[in-house]
């Protein structure tokens, strides 16, 4: 059921509706405006539930009920508290445009509600479309049970580990813990690595490790410690030439 029900301005300028009395009027737009009411205007609601809500006697809702019943403006089933409003899914139909949305509310206020007045709904609007398709699929209870179940039938998707995902293959001079350590640094600095980021990573590992067996693993170590996006050749400790003969100073 939806949270907002409109009132449309020309029911002041109804016939009916202007002959009613000040109780009756406020009865009537409780039945078509409060919160149970569903698209199709067909509800469970007691006349103590309504007497509740209005403030009105039982005794004029009774009466004001069989008025309307007898001006063909709905049905009631008193021992069962299911009411038929019959226009209100003409003026429903209107505020919806997704008919995915007005087939599957149907679909679950038909299953909800069983009464012998969708017979009658059905009837009323056979030439609507969305009615049409209603009633030659959401009958059938295999297609009515999934449309409402589907959020619950619905089998969850395992999530995948993206950390112990590597989208290329990894050489094997490449520790691939070591690896993975570099990836999930940079996913927490809002880096992940693309497919085509990881192939270039590994070339240049595969570059530095040719100059030297192990600098691949020691350049991924480095950039995790510096928190390096990127991957940099290791520097080698050199003694810095000063240009002095020490020899000479013997």
């Not at 445009?97 to 017979?119: A, E, G, H, P, R």
């Not at 928190?227 to 100073?249: A, M, Q, R, S, W």
Request: glycine share 2%.
């Amino acid at each position: 059921m939806s949270k907002y029900k409109p009132l449309y301005s020309n029911l002041w300028n109804d016939p009916d509706f202007e002959k009613y009395t000040p109780q009756e009027k406020l009865i009537y737009i409780f039945l078509i405006t409060n919160q149970a009411v569903e698209k199709s205007g067909i509800y469970k609601i007691t006349i103590k539930q309504i007497s509740f809500y209005t403030d009105c006697n039982k005794s004029i809702i009774n009466d004001f009920i069989n008025k309307l019943i007898n001006d063909n403006k709905i049905k009631y089933d008193f021992e069962k508290g299911v009411i038929f409003i019959k226009n209100v899914f003409k003026f429903q139909k209107g505020m919806i445009k997704n008919k995915k949305i007005m087939f599957i509310s149907l679909l679950k206020n038909y299953q909800m509600v069983k009464t012998d007045f969708w017979q009658e709904f059905f009837d009323l609007y056979i030439n609507d479309e969305v009615i049409n398709e209603f009633i030659n699929d959401a009958i059938n209870k295999e297609v009515a049970d999934f449309i409402i179940n589907k959020k619950q039938d619905k089998p969850k998707k395992p999530k995948e580990d993206k950390k112990e995902e590597c989208k290329s293959e990894l050489p094997d001079f490449i520790n691939p813990e070591i690896f993975k350590d570099f990836k999930n640094m940079r996913k927490k600095m809002k880096k992940e690595m693309t497919e085509r980021a990881e192939k270039m990573i590994i070339k240049k590992l595969k570059e530095f490790e040719e100059l030297k067996s192990g600098n691949a693993n020691i350049t991924l170590e480095q950039s995790i410690l510096k928190n390096y996006t990127d991957v940099y050749e290791p520097k080698t400790n050199t003694t810095k030439n000063t240009g002095i003969d020490f020899n000479k100073l013997n």
